[in-house]
Nanobody, 126 residues
Framework: QLQLVESGGGLVQPGGSLRLSCAAS????????VGWFRQAPGKEREGVSC????????KYADSVKGRFTISRDNAKNTVYLQMNSLKPEDAAIYSC???????????????????WGRGTQVTVSS
């Protein structure tokens, strides 16, 4: 059964860092673009970052550029999101999603992704 499982969320102070992981099981991520999305209470889901199947294409939302870094380790079937200089407005449930797409492309559009994890909570507070 195809499954994505996020981990690494938690409580961090403003300015702190977290690394989220998105581990796949039941399939290999090699041919899939992976995106990270977040949703805070009362807000719409936001595409945070995505990475193409061969890591050739990466994209970031303007709100996280320079602070977040997406990477993938196909040998571990896992995609990571390193989040630095966290701000209170980064607090949300973060979910990863996978989309089989060629040419190493990726998108920050959530509806394009058919496979989703259940999410991990990130809280940024002093």
């Amino acid at each position: 059964q195809l499954q994505l499982v996020e981990s690494g969320g938690g409580l961090v102070q403003p300015g702190g860092s977290l690394r989220l992981s998105c581990a796949a099981s039941g399939f290999t991520l090699d041919d899939y673009a992976v995106g990270w999305f977040r949703q805070a209470p009362g807000k719409e889901r936001e595409g945070v970052s995505c990475i193409g199947s061969n890591s050739g294409i990466v994209k970031y939302a303007d709100s996280v550029k320079g602070r977040f870094t997406i990477s993938r380790d196909n040998a571990k079937n896992t995609v990571y999101l390193q989040m630095n200089s966290l701000k209170p407005e980064d607090a949300a449930i973060y979910s990863c999603a996978a989309q089989k797409i060629l040419l190493g492309l990726c998108t920050l559009s959530g509806p394009a992704f058919p496979f989703w994890g259940r999410g991990t909570q990130v809280t940024v507070s002093s």
